[in-house]
């Protein structure tokens, strides 16, 4: 089951993303970084425990960022990672919100939920925000993908209509 995460599960996600980060495949989270953004984040739970989670991180009124994503590394492979992901590229839909980031290690998963790989140079939004305080700033090695929403095309659309009517 996919819901809205809670306080209690807060020491839960921080052990996820504790896991990922010890491998370098996540930047680490402290408890208090996740209890101030506990609202952005959703979790999937099984028998009663937390074992997968991601956040989604508005950067603008034209981004949004999924942040965090983990998966328990003893039910991976059970689409819990792709629910994720679905679920806030959804979220992100509601919010009408065109454009969503993911910046990972993993392309090819992106790939199969509809990203495309994007120049990391072009994102500003999150190189000023987030990446300039990042300790990888000067030497970055995650993949920057976007995906755009039906907000983004239906906008590109009327943009095109737009143009052909004048």
């Known amino acids: 089951m ?16 504790r896991d990922y980060a010890e491998q370098g495949l996540l930047l680490p989270r402290s ?4 209890c101030e953004g506990l609202l952005s984040f959703v979790v999937v739970e099984e028998s009663g425990q937390v074992v997968g989670t991601a956040a989604l991180h508005i950067l603008g009124d034209d981004l949004a960022e999924i942040r965090s994503l983990a998966v328990a590394q003893d039910v991976q492979g059970n689409g819990y990672g792709r629910m994720i992901v679905d679920t806030l590229l959804d979220q992100a839909q509601r919010l009408e919100v065109p454009k969503v980031l993911a910046l990972t290690y993993r392309e090819a998963f992106f790939l199969r939920c509809g ?28 993949i920057a993908m976007i995906y755009e ?9 009327q943009v095109a209509g737009d143009l052909q009517v004048g």
């Open 2 to 17: 996919i819901r809205s995460a809670k306080l209690g599960d807060v020491d839960a996600i921080v052990a996820l993303l």
């Open 31 to 34: 408890r208090q970084s996740v």
């Open 115 to 142: 990203f495309r790989v994007v120049d990391m140079r072009g994102l500003q939004q999150k190189i000023w925000k987030d990446c300039i305080h990042c300790k990888k700033y000067s030497a970055c090695d995650e």
């Open 149 to 157: 929403t039906a907000c983004a095309v239906a906008g590109e659309q």
